[in-house]
DNA sequence: CCTGAAAACATACGGTG
DNA sequence: CACCGTATGTTTTCAGG
């Protein structure tokens, strides 16, 4: 899962006690209720009521493995930047776009583009495939930019 | 953690039991060995032994919480597109720029600028202040392309 | 929010093909 | 070497206060 756009409005978390626990999931999904606990100073079972409120509430979308790209076959990622052909028809490109399991975000941008694809395929043969099919599904142009390297790529890390 | 660039080199997954084993934790980072054991047909403590490994060879890198950017106080984000005021300088941007925590993934692309950023911030203020910062850090120019609404964003998902 | 007991789970180990 | 089964400690869960 973790899909975003239209989905509950959450807002920020004020409760320090909750920011404590949403950083340590973050560090480490699988961290424990009794390491949660001993990091915040309550029982378990306060923890847990708040980790299942937070869950329920959509602040905690779920928990993810993080997996190397390189060992999953997809070592080669793209930023790919489109414009519908046709301004003047109906936009959506998103949900054209949702089914191709190559791409992993797809973002509504202001600027030259309408939307920003971060992609991610085996090889540039399967980037050319991808790209021709999201032209196809979508009626836009695209414009890609080639990731050479990432140099970071982390879980966002606010402060606190 | 979850860093990436230069590090150990991961051979992509041949085993289909691995792959198996990978993609749930994918989809359920929190999910128990049990529930592995179950899907893979093997033994918990067969499915401990390979999740053990495919951690400490670095598939796995670690497992994360994935939380609501909002819940966050981060409900703004954008690329950051970035090109060096002197190209005879070493280039050491991404060190320089590790240190911001905004900064969600460093990317060197191909094109016409050097690094694309990815970065969450609470408000167009503090955007406009980190980018500031990005160029006063990094010695570069930036391009900016502002989120306005993110339709989807996945943790990779593959076929299988 | 806490305690406490029962169920589920993770872990380590000895044994098998 | 990868796997299994069992024993032990830990964690989760859920009742009740």
Same mark, same amino acid.
């Given at each position: 899962?973790t ?13 320090? #006690?909750d920011?404590?626990?949403v ?9 424990? /209720?009794?390491? /949660?606990?001993d990091v915040?100073g309550l029982?378990v ?6 980790? !299942?409120?937070?869950? $329920?509430?959509g602040?905690?979308?779920g ?8 060992a /999953?076959? /997809? ?7 489109i $414009?519908p052909l046709?301004?003047?028809q109906?936009?959506?490109a998103?949900e !054209? ?5 190559e ?16 992609v991610r395929?085996?090889s540039? $043969? ?5 790209i021709r099919e999201?032209? !196809?599904r979508?009626?836009?142009?695209? !414009? $890609?930019?080639? #990731? ?13």
């Amino acid at each position: 899962m973790t899909s975003d756009g239209p989905g509950l409005p959450v807002a920020p978390i004020d409760d320090p #006690v909750d920011r404590k626990i949403v950083a340590a999931l973050r560090a480490d999904g699988r961290g424990t /209720l009794k390491s /949660l606990a001993d990091v915040t100073g309550l029982s378990v079972s306060a923890v847990q009521a708040r980790v !299942r409120r937070l869950e $329920t509430s959509g602040v905690i979308r779920g928990y993810a493995a993080t997996v190397d790209p390189e060992a /999953l076959g /997809l070592p080669l990622a793209a930023l790919v930047a489109i $414009t519908p052909l046709d301004p003047a028809q109906p936009d959506d490109a998103p949900e !054209r776009l949702a089914g191709l399991s190559e791409i992993e975000a797809c973002h509504s941008v202001a600027g030259d583009d309408a939307y920003v694809l971060f992609v991610r395929v085996a090889s540039p $043969t399967a980037l050319e495939q991808l790209i021709r099919e999201i032209r !196809r599904r979508a009626h836009v142009t695209t !414009r $890609t930019t080639v #990731v050479l390297q990432t140099f970071f790529e982390r879980p966002a890390a606010p402060g606190s």
